[in-house]
């Protein structure tokens, strides 16, 4: 079987480098079924789109299951409906095959009991590059369920339970007003809580730090521990009955009830109590 040369391999990837960094895209055929692509994901062509959907909703839960994308979803003072942006990628092994597999792609956005659940269907087979990020705006924000394989998880200003997960991604809940779960694999995560939030937090990350802000109305037991890493507790207020500090792992407890726990591999826990 003929064989390439390497001069001609060498020659070929410098010369596609370079095009490259000028900002051009090129195409080089290096087999039947082998197509490398200057500015393409993961070596296969892409087509991309944003879709813009609007309900007239003023109060609802969120539920958002997608993958290779990030989900923010937020609570706007004086919103006056549910506003929510998709950014949509296919993969294909042509381009063509990448518009139509694009085309093809269904948003999902079903409203029952007072949740509104999004997720996007990607046409078979499945690319690995393909991608969905939701961006979802509400008027008042209650439970949050909000799962990605790859991407970060963005929550803010929920007043009922929030549950965060992503595989690859950092979580950042902020101004949350009830009990909150997240977890991920590669990612920090950082919370923090309303002043009138009691819990309980229940967080845990593999590789990256874990920071959680509590307020006034938090209460209960607060079990922190880490194995590379250190654990940081400030009690501003002093408002810790109990607390026992070691260099990788804490204890603390405060007036009221509940259990939370924050924890990772490798990374610092650090919580701060108002």
């Given at each position: 079987?003929?064989?390439?040369?390497?001069?001609?391999?060498?020659?070929?990837?410098?010369?596609?480098?370079?095009?490259?960094?000028?900002?051009?895209?090129?195409?080089?055929?290096?087999?039947?079924?082998?197509?490398?692509?200057?500015?393409?994901?993961?070596?296969?062509?892409?087509?991309?789109?944003?879709?813009?959907?609007?309900?007239?909703?003023?109060?609802?839960?969120?539920?958002?299951?997608?993958?290779?994308?990030?989900?923010?979803?937020?609570?706007?003072?004086?919103?006056?409906?549910?506003?929510?942006?998709?950014?949509?990628?296919?993969?294909?092994?042509?381009?063509?095959?990448?518009?139509?597999?694009?085309?093809?792609?269904?948003?999902?956005?079903?409203?029952?009991?007072?949740?509104?659940?999004?997720?996007?269907?990607f046409p078979k087979p499945v690319y690995n590059t393909d991608a969905a990020a939701f961006k979802v705006e509400v008027p008042k924000l209650r439970d949050v369920l909000a799962r990605t394989n790859n991407g970060a998880v963005i929550v803010h200003a929920a007043s009922?339970?929030?549950?965060?997960?992503?595989?690859?991604?950092?979580?950042?809940?902020?101004?949350?007003?009830?009990?909150?779960r997240a977890k991920s694999m590669n990612g920090s995560i950082s919370i923090t809580m309303n002043a009138a939030a009691t819990g309980p937090i229940e967080v845990e990350a593999v590789n990256g730090s874990v920071e959680a802000e509590v307020g006034a109305g938090f209460?209960?037991?607060?079990?922190?521990?880490?194995?590379?890493?250190?654990?940081?507790?400030?009690?501003?207020?002093?408002?810790?009955?109990?607390?026992?500090?070691?260099?990788?792992?804490?204890?603390?407890?405060?007036?009221?009830?509940?259990?939370?726990?924050?924890?990772?591999?490798?990374?610092?826990?650090?919580?701060?109590?108002?």
């Amino acid at each position: 079987m003929p064989t390439t040369p390497l001069r001609l391999v060498l020659g070929s990837a410098l010369l596609l480098a370079m095009l490259a960094l000028s900002g051009c895209d090129v195409n080089i055929n290096l087999g039947e079924d082998e197509v490398v692509t200057s500015g393409s994901v993961s070596g296969k062509f892409h087509a991309e789109k944003v879709e813009n959907l609007t309900r007239a909703i003023q109060e609802t839960s969120v539920q958002v299951e997608t993958r290779n994308g990030e989900v923010d979803v937020r609570q706007i003072e004086g919103a006056k409906e549910v506003t929510i942006t998709v950014t949509i990628k296919t993969g294909g092994k042509t381009q063509e095959t990448a518009d139509e597999r694009l085309g093809k792609v269904k948003t999902i956005a079903e409203e029952k009991d007072g949740t509104l659940t999004l997720r996007a269907e990607f046409p078979k087979p499945v690319y690995n590059t393909d991608a969905a990020a939701f961006k979802v705006e509400v008027p008042k924000l209650r439970d949050v369920l909000a799962r990605t394989n790859n991407g970060a998880v963005i929550v803010h200003a929920a007043s009922g339970v929030v549950d965060g997960t992503s595989s690859n991604g950092t979580i950042r809940i902020t101004d949350a007003g009830s009990s909150v779960r997240a977890k991920s694999m590669n990612g920090s995560i950082s919370i923090t809580m309303n002043a009138a939030a009691t819990g309980p937090i229940e967080v845990e990350a593999v590789n990256g730090s874990v920071e959680a802000e509590v307020g006034a109305g938090f209460g209960g037991t607060l079990e922190m521990s880490t194995t590379n890493g250190k654990i940081d507790f400030r009690d501003n207020n002093e408002r810790a009955k109990k607390s026992t500090i070691r260099k990788h792992s804490g204890s603390v407890v405060l007036e009221g009830s509940g259990e939370s726990t924050l924890k990772t591999v490798n990374g610092s826990v650090t919580v701060v109590v108002r």
